[in-house]
């Protein structure tokens, strides 16, 4: 059965320390799609990086990035340089090709940046 | 503006008391779901819809029903609302295929006394 762990409750930083947030995933599938998502203290929802299971390249966007590895089951966020409004709930997703369209969240990981 | 829309943002309701969550997306999504949100759960899918007339059960349906009677409306309801359905709900959307990133909507937040 597909499960995403995010084993980090809570996470606290003081601003411009980076900081990684990690993601680890069970699926059955060969064809599988993982996600990350921020949910600021306002509550919505935000995408921020969608990731297919034949693309293992990092990906770096501004101060994001992301780190896939299929060996390990992971697919890891680090924020370099963290800063105040990074402060929020990341949530780790995964959702599988072949079964259903069931699409699994991780329990997510409260990060704090303290100024 | 594309976006999923819930109505209403807050509820209160007291035990039994059936109720309506209405979601409604402008983009013409054929998928849609429902999800609810509990501390240290993350969010669980509820219900989900592949296009019209077409609904299926996610990981935590009992005490739900949903209905997709037209493209971009997918109201979720609970029959006999209990306690343990106090919740934050959020409705999403996306286009069928290729397993895209959801929409969210701005969520529900729901207080069964």
């Known amino acids: 059965a597909q499960k995403v762990t995010q084993a980090q409750t809570e996470i606290s930083v003081v601003e411009k320390e980076d900081v990684t947030l990690d993601c680890v995933y069970e699926t059955r599938d060969t064809t599988y799609y993982l996600f990350w998502y921020k949910q600021p203290p306002s509550g919505e929802l935000v995408f921020l990086i969608r990731r297919n299971s034949f693309d293992e390249q990092n990906e770096i966007s501004g101060r994001y990035s992301w780190n896939f590895q299929k060996s390990t089951s992971s697919f890891n966020f680090t924020i370099t340089a963290s800063q105040v409004v990074d402060s929020a709930v990341y949530f780790c997703?995964?959702?599988?090709?072949?079964?259903?369209?069931?699409?699994?969240f991780g329990p997510g990981t409260r990060l704090s940046v303290l100024p | 503006e594309a976006q999923v829309t819930q109505n209403p943002r807050y509820l209160i309701t007291v035990t039994g008391k059936k109720l309506t969550v209405t979601c409604s997306q402008n983009?013409?999504?054929?998928?849609m779901s429902w999800y609810r949100q509990d501390p240290g759960l993350g969010l669980r899918q509820i219900y989900y819809s592949m296009n019209v007339e077409v609904t299926d059960k996610g990981d935590v349906p009992e005490g739900y029903k949903v209905s997709r009677k037209e493209k971009r409306n997918f109201p979720l309801i609970l029959e006999s609302p209990s306690p343990n359905q106090t919740s934050l709900y959020f409705c999403a959307s996306r286009p069928t295929g290729d397993h895209r990133e959801q929409f969210f909507g701005p969520g529900t937040r729901l207080t069964v006394l």
């Open positions: 997703a995964l959702s599988e090709a072949s079964y259903g369209q069931n699409f699994v």
């Open positions: 983009m013409n999504h054929e998928y």
